[in-house]
């Protein structure tokens, strides 16, 4: 098994987390992505409201996908994971999705936590996504 480490630089270092933001296994493709948040460089929440978060956070899934050579449409799992209880957010955060998403439909999982990364976070996203062998080189 061979492992490739994607650290998109417009992202927050994970180095000191002892993390990536995203791992591809070589041999099958599959790219595990990190739970993305609202983070700018410093580590510090950029945005007070969940919808807004939840943006920031898709689109550091698609850069993080980017920098692995994938997109959305090769995304097979994604897990949310919010604040408090899942069912006072899906208004806000399925709209979000479907933009990001596209006509992509991952298996999905919705999981509402009691704390996330920081106290400001409110929704983190992470994904499983594969590529093609030859994308990964």
Not at 73 to 82: G, M, N, S
Not at 93 to 102: A, E, R
Not at 103 to 126: C, F, M, N, Q, Y
């Amino acid at each position: 098994m061979s492992i490739k480490h994607i650290n998109p630089t417009t992202l927050y270092d994970g180095a000191p987390f002892g993390m990536s933001q995203a791992t591809i296994e070589t041999d099958s493709g599959l790219v595990f992505v990190s739970g993305q948040v609202d983070w700018d460089t410093n580590y510090q929440v950029k945005n007070g409201s969940i919808e807004v978060q939840a943006e920031a956070a898709a689109k550091n899934l698609l850069a993080v996908l980017a920098a692995a050579n994938a997109s959305a449409d090769q995304i097979l799992q994604l897990r949310v994971y919010v604040r408090g209880e899942l069912s006072d957010h899906m208004e806000k955060v399925v709209p979000v999705l479907v933009k990001y998403l596209g006509v992509s439909r991952p298996a999905l999982t919705g999981i509402g936590v009691a704390s996330l990364a920081s106290p400001d976070t409110l929704i983190e996203i992470e994904a499983v996504a594969k590529v093609s062998k030859q994308s990964v080189a």
